[in-house]
């Protein structure tokens, strides 16, 4: 967790040099390449001091809005916040505990979802809800066949 310091200077620039020094071109292939890392865990390997999770995701978001790409990086949101909430992968039973697991993951989803998608994530949320996934089930990345089904690529 940074000390404040990752708002010092042009963090924009400096994200994207940790990005470049680790032989990737851009934020999402660094991403991609740890799909089922937190946004947290992806800002601590590019700079533990000096750079927040909130900044990766804006730097994301911003690449996948020039590539026409936010669908997917929707789904590869709901990957990481899953992975961080359910490591088993979707609760067998969905007692009180495990509903508040999932509810987690959903939320926190949520609130990182644009405002461009936030009907088809509710729509998607409503499907998880009325048909879960089998117990175990945790995608490994964006283009997971039930995340895809959830919420398709149709992003011109």
């Known amino acids: 967790m940074t000390d404040g310091r990752s708002w010092e200077g042009n963090w924009t620039v400096r994200l994207y040099e940790r990005v470049r020094e680790r032989g990737y071109d851009s934020l999402t292939a660094f991403a991609d390449a740890r799909p089922t890392a937190s946004l947290v865990a992806l800002a601590e390997e590019l700079g533990k001091d000096d750079v927040a999770g ?20 929707v789904r590869g949101q709901l990957v990481r916040e899953l992975w961080a909430c359910l490591p088993n992968g979707w609760p067998t039973v969905m007692d009180d505990a495990n509903r508040f697991k999932v509810a987690k993951a959903i939320g926190l989803w949520s609130s990182l979802t644009p405002t461009t998608h936030e009907k088809r994530v509710e ?26 089904t959830l919420l398709p690529d149709d992003e011109a």
């Not at 909130?54 to 990086?73: D, I, P, W």
Request: glycine share 6%; no cysteine.
């Open 123 to 148: 729509q998607a949320r409503a499907a998880l809800r009325a048909t879960p996934p089998p117990p175990g089930w945790l995608p490994r990345g964006p283009d997971d066949e039930l995340l895809l």
């Open 54 to 73: 909130v900044q990766v995701f804006r730097g994301l978001l911003a690449e996948a809005e020039r590539s026409h790409r936010v669908t997917r990086l």
